[in-house]
């Protein structure tokens, strides 16, 4: 079972940056792929980024395309979202997931969330 933790999320003005963290248990992390995905209040989620084992692939919805980067540190278990450029409708609540792919279903174990607020 693996187990995730998001940590980083925050105010910021619009405009601005967050780098968010998602901390993975387990010692197989470098051997699976993870994503983000975020939810606003009253909408579905919806897929924002992903990246392969290694790396070397990564996914990105188009609305967050060129504003957005995911990376890995595998020797941290940890997973990155880098966001700037923030719009007040990146406002959501941000959770990283084991998995790959841009649908909900392609992921297997999910982290509580962190939230992420952009005024205008």
């Known amino acids: 079972q693996v187990q995730l933790v998001e940590s980083g999320g925050g105010l910021v003005q619009a405009g601005g940056s967050l780098r968010l963290s998602c901390a993975a248990s387990?010692?197989?992390?470098?051997?699976?792929?993870m994503g983000w995905f975020r939810q606003a209040s009253g909408k579905e989620r919806e897929f924002v980024a992903a990246?392969?084992?290694?790396?070397?692939?990564?996914l990105y919805a188009d609305s967050v395309k060129g504003r957005f980067t995911i990376s890995r540190g595998n020797a941290k278990n940890t997973v990155y979202l880098q966001m700037t450029s923030l719009k007040p409708e990146d406002t959501a609540v941000y959770h990283c997931a084991q998995g790959y792919g841009s649908s909900w279903s392609d992921y297997h174990y999910w982290g509580q969330g962190t939230q992420v607020t952009v005024s205008s």
């Open positions: 387990g010692r197989t992390f470098n051997t699976y792929a």
């Open positions: 990246i392969n084992w290694s790396g070397g692939n990564t």
